[in-house]
């Protein structure tokens, strides 16, 4: 799979913007070799964006999926048989911790799908949520692909809720009807489903995946993620506020550094999360069609999945 960067550099462009004149614009450079090339990366980044200038209205957002995921890197699993001075090709799955805290499992190994419930696109989070710091304002979309919160709206009636489930369990059972030649493994989550597909050999970027994830109802910020990262994935740990802390918050990396190391307040807050998300999962095991998976890889990744989330400890899901 495409390594996620371990190295970034930040640079400040000045860059004409009709009707304003020159205006800063912080850029990233990244790099998964060096901070030296992370730094040329950056350099070339704001020369381009020198030479363009800004169109009218508002500046170009940094953020995904126009560029790599800017995260922690926790943990890298290399495929069966790599050796220690592996290549790219050679990575299996990389753990990260994304923005508000949770750890993210991003792969190519297989595809993977968070089916959103129809509703969940109204709805508001409740107000513990939102002093929490859930929502858009606070986290922006989420970049493992989850869906809102399908109880965030108290209002909401059961009545209407029952028939979004109804229509994403649709969506799920018309490919399973389909597609009997995949393993497909379908998990409940606190606000949909996941559905985990072994065998189809596709990669994130296929076109055939990107059907795939829209068939199934995927979030279409989460499918072009999946392309432009050239990796699916998928959040193993809760969310922050639905066990009742703030989200982590801040940037990564946290200061100018070739090997970046969390901060003390980081370090904090991941023993309070750590503690406070134990007793949850992040889904159920529902069902599986029986299709075995085609390689030994995609069994380590399903296997990996299914532990981290806590998909049969039967625990209360967050």
Known sequence: MQPIPRHWSRVEAR????????????LWGWSAVSLADAAAVARGRAAELTRRGL????????????????????????????QEDRHADDLLAVLT????GATVLSTDALLIADVDVPLAE????????????????ADGPDPAGDPADPAGDPAAPPALLAEADAAARSR???????????????????GGYRVLVSGSGLLP???????????????????RLCRAQRSF?????????????RALGGSWPEGPSDRPAPSRRRRQWVE??????????????????????STAEERRVLALHDRLTGADSGLPLA
């Open 55 to 82: 169109p009218g209205g508002r500046s170009p957002a940094e953020y995904y999926p126009a560029r790599p995921v800017r995260e922690e890197i926790l943990e890298e699993l290399p495929r069966d048989g790599a």
């Open 15 to 26: 860059v004409e913007k009709p009707g304003r004149g020159p205006v800063p614009v912080p």
């Open 172 to 190: 799920i059972d018309a490919v399973l009807g389909a597609r009997g030649d995949l393993g497909i493994h379908v998990h409940r989550t606190f």
């Open 205 to 223: 970027e296929d076109p055939a995946a990107i059907a795939l994830l829209e068939e199934l109802g995927s979030d279409p910020l989460y499918v």
């Open 97 to 100: 911790r994304n923005r508000y």
């Open 233 to 245: 994935r998928a959040r193993l740990s809760p969310k922050p506020w639905r066990v009742g802390i």
């Open 122 to 137: 109204r709805r508001r989070p409740g107000l513990l949520g939102r002093l929490l710091g859930r929502g858009k304002g």
């Open 272 to 293: 309070r999360y750590s503690a406070a998300t134990t007793g949850h999962a992040v889904c159920r095991r529902m069902s599986w069609n029986g299709v075995e998976p």
